[in-house]
C-alpha cells in the first residue's frame, strides 16, 4: 500500500511569498494529483501529473518520479491562497490516497 | 455543464438516527467514488463504483454504512444506526475513464456529517 506524506503539516506566510509544500510517497505511480480544499468548502482539483512540471497562475506542481516526490509552489502568495492542501495518488483500483494535507495560511 | 452534487450539504442527527447521503455525478461517468475526512485525519477511500457495479467496497468501515447506485447514476450512501465517530466530511468524486489509474476525479463540495 502507498504512503503519502507532507510537508509540512501546517504554515503561515505573508503575503507576496513564494511557498513550497511537500509529497513523498512510497511506491511508484502513474500520475499524482495535488487538491485544495477551502475552509468549509469541497476539493478542487489542481494539478494531475506523472512528470516533470505544471503551471496554472501562480501555482506550479513539479514531480520527479525516480525520487517519488513531488511539489506544490504557490508564487506572490495571497490570502485567498489559504486552504488545505492536498497531495494524492492512485491505490490498486483507480481510487485515490490521500496525504494528511497542508493547511496554508496567507496573511495580508 | 454541471459539477458532481452532493445533499445535504450539512447533516445533524443523534446517535442511532439514520442518516442518507447523496452524490450525483458528472453526467456521463461511469466512475463514482465515496470518500469520508474524519476530523484530525486524512481522506480515506470508501468505495467505488463503476456504473451500477460496487468494484472496490474495501473502505467501508462495518455493515451500518450500505452503498447503492442504482441505474449506474447518482449514488446514495446510508448510515445506519449512525454513530459518534461517524462524523465527517463525506465526498463524492466522479470520473470518465473505467479502469485508468490517471483519470482526474470530479469532486463534489462533500456532506457534513455530525452525530451527537
Known amino acids: 500500500k502507498n504512503e503519502v506524506e507532507q510537508s509540512p503539516q501546517n504554515l503561515t506566510a505573508q503575503e507576496g511569498e513564494f511557498i513550497t509544500i511537500n509529497c513523498s510517497y512510497s511506491v511508484g505511480i502513474s500520475a499524482l494529483h495535488w487538491l485544495q480544499q477551502h475552509p468549509g468548502g469541497g476539493i478542487v482539483s489542481l494539478f494531475m501529473?506523472?512528470?516533470g512540471k505544471k503551471k496554472h497562475g501562480r501555482l506550479i506542481a513539479t514531480i520527479n518520479i525516480q525520487e517519488k516526490h513531488s511539489s506544490l509552489h504557490i508564487t506572490a502568495s495571497h490570502p485567498r491562497d489559504s486552504a488545505v492542501y492536498i497531495c494524492a495518488v492512485p491505490g490498486s483500483q483507480g481510487n485515490l490516497i490521500f496525504g494528511k494535507g497542508t493547511k496554508l495560511s496567507v496573511k495580508p | 455543464e454541471a459539477g458532481v452534487t452532493q445533499f445535504p450539504s450539512h447533516s445533524v442527527i443523534e446517535k442511532g438516527q439514520t442518516v442518507t447521503l447523496r452524490c450525483d455525478p458528472i453526467?456521463?461517468?461511469?466512475?463514482l467514488y465515496w470518500y469520508r475526512r474524519v476530523m484530525g485525519k486524512e481522506i480515506k477511500f470508501l468505495l467505488h463504483?463503476?456504473?451500477?457495479?460496487?468494484?472496490?467496497e474495501s473502505g467501508m468501515p462495518n455493515n451500518r454504512f450500505l452503498a447503492e447506485r442504482t441505474g449506474g447514476t447518482y449514488s446514495t450512501l446510508k448510515v445506519q444506526p449512525a454513530e459518534l465517530e461517524d462524523s465527517g466530511v463525506y465526498f463524492c468524486?466522479?470520473?470518465?475513464?473505467?479502469?485508468?489509474?490517471?483519470?482526474?476525479?470530479?469532486f463534489g463540495p462533500g456532506t457534513r456529517l455530525t452525530v451527537l
Open positions: 463504483f463503476v456504473k451500477e457495479s460496487k468494484q472496490d
Open positions: 453526467s456521463g461517468h461511469d466512475n
Open positions: 501529473l506523472s512528470s
Open positions: 468524486a466522479s470520473s470518465y475513464v473505467w479502469g485508468s489509474l490517471t483519470d482526474t476525479q470530479y
